[in-house]
């Protein structure tokens, strides 16, 4: 049996962007008034980017370097705001948003932790159900709980739906063992099908990797078994 567990953290639009025209993104770059490197990675993806979501290589520029302060808070909310935080995620159509999960509290509650952010303007605070902490420990839950069952499934933590989703080839065929055993999973979790055309990812061995979910979602695995 194999087993793949999955963290869904945050959604970045860029991982999941193909290459848009070589000259609709070269107009992109031309546009900018500021002098920049063609050849730079971060200077290409960001007309990629901007090229995407209709907005301006500038504005494309600013939101990528919002990037790398906005991952560098999740641990301190984390850690400091645990009994109330459930996640964080960007999204980038209709509008710019950085959204913070809570399951108590508002943008006051958050405030101390952003006040200094350069991004905190497009902060927003929505209203959850469950924390991180809790859709972490369903996840386990579902885990032991589906242990000696016959199937080869993959549990993630969906940040931005707030549940836990245990995917499986045969939802149905799952749920009729589930019920004969008498187990009952989670609240927050729910069974979801996949694409039975090809195998589970392999395990990396206890190396961070990333993927796509379908809908485009940054996922981060954070244990295989």
């Not at 971060?42 to 090229?51: I, K, T």
């Not at 090809?198 to 954070?222: E, M």
Request: negative net charge; charged residues 20%.
């Amino acid at each position: 049996m194999y087993r793949l567990n999955l963290l869904i953290l945050v959604t970045i639009v860029l991982a999941g962007c193909a290459p848009g025209s070589p000259g609709l993104e070269e107009a992109a770059l031309l546009a900018t008034p500021t002098a920049l490197d063609l050849d730079d990675p971060l200077v290409q993806d960001a007309a990629s980017y901007a090229e995407a979501v209709e907005i301006s290589l500038e504005e494309a520029m600013r939101r990528l370097e919002y990037q790398e302060t906005i991952g560098d808070i999740q641990p301190l909310l984390a850690s400091e705001l645990a009994e109330v935080y459930a996640g964080l995620w960007v999204e980038h159509q209709p509008g710019y948003r950085i959204v913070i999960a809570l399951t108590e509290g508002d943008e006051t509650t958050i405030a101390p932790y952003v006040q200094d952010k350069a991004w905190r303007e497009y902060v927003t605070v929505e209203k959850v159900t469950y924390t991180q902490e809790e859709l972490m420990a369903a996840q386990d839950l579902a885990n032991e709980l589906t242990a000696d069952l016959n199937f080869s499934l993959a549990t993630a933590v969906d940040i931005m739906n707030n549940r836990v989703e245990l995917s499986v080839g045969n939802p149905e065929l799952l749920q009729a063992d589930l019920d004969a055993a008498g187990i009952e999973l989670p609240e927050a979790v729910i069974i979801v099908p996949i694409s039975t055309a090809g195998p589970l990812p392999q395990t990396n061995a206890g190396i961070l990797l990333t993927a796509q979910t379908a809908s485009g979602r940054t996922v981060y695995p954070v244990s295989y078994t």
